[in-house]
């Protein structure tokens, strides 16, 4: 029986589908992304992953994870340097990462598509059409009721597609899950985002592009291991003039290390109205870089000139899956990844989520042929994960970006108080939730539970140490 599959969006979920799609015979396979190219530029999406285990079994499935090694710099800790404003240099493995933790890759976005741009290419499928340049313009109808996603390019020019699968792996403000929504079949609020609370939600952020090596001021030390992450803090405490700026690792020292700024919106950096402003805020504020042989005033003025993009709120969709048509004569539509669920990178998970929702739907289309079945079934195991994958980020580590300092020292006092009573009781108390958040083999949902669980404990200990320590005093007083 022939089969097509539609794919909304040119990110890793969507490349990494049409390559699983080509790997499992179908018939005709069509990916639509906006942008022209996978190596296109975008400064302020110019993320750094660090793709995972749950990232990791895609690949292994598509036989591409060892290019890995050649698009990404393998890690299974944390280490990394931090250069002061004085000028000191000190490298430290940081503690909040689980030893135990499988290896990691860290990846540029424009590296980890490029490289999975470039297995597609490899196999020259005539199976498989990838459309750069083209948008999703919303659905039609067959004659026969069937439906038909339109797809305009650069220039205007239509095309339509009716095929068997929709996967809407198009991000947040997806394509398909809007023109979906304008259906009059699909019930209100079929695929309604329902955002949780978060002190990361809405931080502001944009990225600075830095050499991949570079000396520090006065030559006292120097940025130059590509595979190393730098941390560079201004000289600065208060809340709108604090700031940092985190480097992490490139595999090519050729290629620039994008530096991500993010803070609240009421901060200083957000004022500044030319490059101009912007190098003379870096001078100020980081006496430990040659700003101005780093940064040229056309990246400066750059910099300034674009829209700081915003964290989202966690959010998962209501539901996952919709039957278009007849049995016979519709279309199964997906959500996956960011179209699923979205949240601030307060954990790392984007990127493994939505290859981890990829390698979940190939599980379910390697044990049934019954496309409805496959699609209900799929959304039946995933969203009550997407719903508890939100909470984990909602509620694990959003106080990391330092925007509330005394939000972190209690974070940390309790990541370290918890992480003590799993050492000295782990039957009564699981390791702390960022630990656990790093184990690729622990669903979601058990994450949530054994959170719940060890906060209620973790708190229930420390109300009765409070309590038998008030009353030690109580007693010595009297």
């Known amino acids: ?165 929709i996967l809407a792996c198009d991000g947040l403000s997806s394509a398909i899950r809007s023109a979906l929504q304008s259906q009059a079949e699909v019930p209100a609020g079929h695929f309604e985002m329902i955002a949780g609370d978060s002190i990361s939600t809405g931080l502001r952020y944009k990225v600075l592009n830095l050499p991949a090596r570079f000396a520090a001021a006065g030559g006292k030390v120097a940025v130059d291991d590509n595979r190393m992450s730098y941390i560079i803090p201004s000289r600065h405490k208060g809340k709108r003039k604090a700031c940092a700026l985190f480097a992490f690792p490139v595999v ?78 519709g279309a199964e539509v997906l959500l996956i990844g960011d179209a699923a669920h979205a949240f601030p990178p307060d954990l790392g998970l984007g990127v493994n989520a939505a290859l981890q929702d990829l390698d979940e739907l190939s599980k379910h289309l390697d044990r049934s042929n019954n496309l409805r079945l496959i699609a209900s079934s799929y959304a039946e195991e995933r969203q009550p994960e997407s719903r508890d994958l939100v909470w984990m980020v909602e509620k694990t580590f959003p106080e990391q970006y330092n925007h509330r300092p005394l939000r972190l020292k209690l974070w940390a006092l309790g990541f370290f108080g918890r992480w003590g009573m799993h050492r000295l009781a782990p039957t009564i108390f699981d390791k702390p939730a960022f630990l656990l958040s790093q184990d690729p083999y622990m669903s979601y949902g058990e994450m949530r539970i054994r959170k719940q669980r060890t906060d209620l404990r973790y708190r229930g200990l420390v109300a009765g140490l409070t309590v038998l320590a008030a009353s030690g005093v109580a007693y010595a007083l009297w």
């Open 1 to 165: 029986m022939k089969r097509s599959v539609f794919i909304s969006g040119g990110g890793p979920a969507g490349l990494a589908a049409a390559l699983l799609f080509d790997q499992l015979g179908w018939d005709e396979i069509v990916l639509a992304e906006r942008r022209s190219s996978p190596s296109d530029f975008e400064k302020n999406k110019s993320f750094n992953y660090l793709v995972d285990r749950r990232g990791l079994r895609i690949l292994e499935r598509l036989g591409i994870a060892d290019r890995m090694y050649h698009c990404g710099v393998d890690t299974t800790n944390f280490t990394a340097t931090t250069i002061s404003p004085d000028g000191s240099a000190t490298t430290k493995v940081v503690p909040i990462i689980d030893p135990e933790r499988p290896t990691c890759f860290w990846t540029t976005r424009r590296a980890f598509l490029t490289m999975l741009y470039g297995a597609i290419e490899e196999k020259g499928s005539d199976r498989l059409r990838v459309l750069y340049g083209h948008s999703v313009a919303g659905f039609d109808r067959n004659q026969d009721g069937k439906a038909k996603i339109k797809v305009i390019n650069d220039q205007g020019a239509e095309e339509t597609f009716s095929p068997d699968l």
């Open 252 to 329: 090519d020292p050729s290629h620039p290390r994008s530096v991500n700024l993010i803070r609240e919106s009421d901060h200083e950096l957000w004022q500044l109205k030319d490059g101009s402003e912007l190098l003379a805020w870096m001078e100020d504020s980081f006496p430990q870089l040659d700003v101005r042989a780093l940064v040229s005033r056309e990246e400066a003025d750059d910099f300034v000139s674009l829209e700081a993009g915003a964290f989202p709120a966690p959010q998962y969709a209501r539901n996952l899956h919709f039957s278009l048509g007849t049995e016979t004569g």
